[in-house]
């Protein structure tokens, strides 16, 4: 799963699930284990939850591997532009 945050640096649970070919319960153990050491951050848009790669994202677009943090604006323009159909 780690390695697939280097292709799209957002996922969901579901996206995780299928990544890993486990139970959504699983997955969410999982997402949840990288969320508490802080390779993954939570954002929810109403009632769905992403989890960006922040750190990830960082480097890609060249500010570095600082603990740079993203304001509510910038990781939703992530969230957009990394999962597809996301409006």
Same mark, same amino acid.
């Given at each position: 799963?780690?390695?697939?945050?280097? #292709?799209?640096? %957002?996922?969901t649970?579901?996206?995780?699930? #299928?990544?890993?070919g486990? =139970?959504?319960?699983?997955a =969410?153990?999982?997402? #949840?284990?990288?969320?508490?050491?802080?390779?993954?951050? !939570?954002? *929810? $848009?109403?009632?769905?939850?992403?989890?960006?790669?922040?750190?990830?994202?960082?480097?890609? =677009?060249? *500010?570095? =591997?600082?603990?740079?943090?993203? %304001? $509510? #604006?910038?990781?939703r323009?992530?969230? !957009? *532009?990394?999962?597809?159909?996301?409006?």
């Amino acid at each position: 799963m780690v390695d697939a945050l280097f #292709e799209r640096q %957002s996922l969901t649970i579901a996206r995780a699930q #299928e990544l890993l070919g486990v =139970s959504t319960r699983s997955a =969410s153990l999982a997402v #949840e284990r990288l969320v508490d050491v802080g390779i993954l951050h !939570e954002l *929810r $848009r109403g009632r769905r939850r992403y989890f960006l790669a922040n750190e990830i994202i960082d480097v890609a =677009s060249g *500010r570095g =591997s600082d603990r740079w943090r993203m %304001s $509510r #604006e910038q990781q939703r323009g992530a969230v !957009e *532009r990394t999962l597809p159909g996301m409006s």
